[in-house]
């Protein structure tokens, strides 16, 4: 049953209820006193009835499994407590995307809040992804012994047995896809590895939640080895805040340990004791309540400019920093860097949009596009902004030389971790890692071709058993506009954190008129929206201007009446404390 009757929007979806069973949804309002929206939404997300309360309200102390449990933790924890207690130092090596900018931070607070010294090394685009040969070297040479890499070093199988071969100890605190040849480290420390249950914990993790597992663990040994009796044990919630920030940034699913992480994050965020968040906060302009919003779509670019179009380090600095001054200089760098790099994708963007058409012509099952010397640090944006254009995973190729470089994207159903690996072991790769959603590689560009042959081998069969989602709205509940109240909102907020595996509620506020319309600079158009029996309501279509939906909503008719789907949140602008309307999809009403 079509949501309204709604078979075919404005955007040519259709719009269906989410799978919600009426005796469930009475059951939960019986048993948890909960008001029948937020019980929904709850079935609809297929909560397990007895884990309620620890979703609504996940607390670290209750909830937080034992992080020995995962193989070689106890090994990589004894070696770190060993290094500390000797006075040695520690060399780490991280990644330049937020996931590896908040574990590399975090990491490295935590030492240097015990007096540890940490050196710290995050490789710019141009040296390649993760540990590399010269840096296992300069370590060496500078007497570092144990080497912590976070956030990669799964298929660096060459700079690892380099370095374990001169005398370092290494340890890899990683959440990428692993093959089945683990690399020659002291420890791996991987959720993900082949020898673990698919049913652990922790196997959804970021990075950044696997170091706080690690951290977790390492002050523990450290208590129990009486190093504390001299200084003072570190609280180690505070840097939660980072956990939160990594997690969302690398879209993991927010469930279970991830949702816990992000909840309790987002709490120790509003303390601002972070100066380089706080800094970055106050740069951005965001002067409201910091949601997982904020983070994956304001604060979270920035931090990635610094990688893509700037310096590799500079996130890390700027999360790590305890100076004001220096906070504030690094967040203002990070944000002309971001203003560049907006500039450079939108260039970028245009030129593989048209090669994209080719692909959607021979009716491929993905997008392939190549470009001489594109930005490496707008491949990756570039090859999710051509995902959620076409719905197909999407991969950009940047040419320099006889190399090509790339970043990939992908829908539900095609696993691009699974897919490099497969890559690297019949030699069509150089490197490569990644997600299930997403995936960095390199190879000679004599080998296109090959590529896009393996290509179409690998993903073509899967496509069947794959969802297209693209053709329909999944719809929480049907909302008249004299109901969107800032109580209704408070309820809703409960199911935050927001995000992979925890999508936010959708919901269709019906027979409503268009009042005003205004098109912004940037194609975005803001409305005013009216009930036929009274009820106010602002709404918002981003990047609208040259779609269908768009194209209505600029030449509505004064007397027509349409029907909206879209997201629900609070505008607090200006100290304003209003609801809006996130505009997803329109429809005429009947």
Known sequence: MFVLGVEDSLSHRSWVY???DEKSVEMLMRKYQLPEILARVLVSRQVDFNLIDAFLNPTLKKQLPEPCQLKDMQKAVNRLAESILNGEEIGIMGDYDVDGATSSALLKLFLNSIHVKAHVFIPDRDDGYGPNIREMQKFYHEGIRLVVTVDCGMTAFEPIDFGTKIGLDIIILDHHEPEK???????????KRLDESKNNPFYGLAAVGVVFLTVVALNRTLRQKGFYKDIKEPDLKQWLDLVAFGTVCDVVPLKGVNRLFVKTGLKQMH??????LAALSEVAKVNEKISAYHLGYILGPRINAGGRVGRSDLGMKLLSTFNKIEAVQLATELEELNILRRNIETQVLEDAINQAQKSIEKNLPFILVKGLKWHQGVVGIVAGRLKEKYNLPSFVLSIEGDEAKGSSRSIPGIDLGHLVIEALNKGILNRGGGHPMAAGFSLETSKINDFETFLLSFIEPKMAHVEDTSSFLEIDAVLDIMAVQTELLNKLNQLEPYGEGNPEPLFVIHDVKIAKTILTSNGHII???TGRN?????AVSFRAR????????????????????GNLRLDNWNGRNK?????QDVSYSN
Do not use: M, W
Not at 534 to 538: A, I, K, S, T
Not at 552 to 562: A, M, R, T
């Open 546 to 565: 040259d779609t269908e939906v768009g194209r209505v909503l600029l030449s509505h008719k004064p007397d027509q009446v349409f029907h909206f789907a």
């Open 271 to 276: 303390s601002q004791q972070n100066v380089g």
């Open 181 to 191: 040849k683990l690399p020659n480290a002291y420890a791996v420390v991987n959720p």
């Open 579 to 583: 609801v809006q309307l996130f505009i």
């Open 18 to 20: 989410h799978q919600q």
């Open 534 to 538: 009274g009820g106010q309501l602002d």
């Open 527 to 529: 409305c005013k929206l």
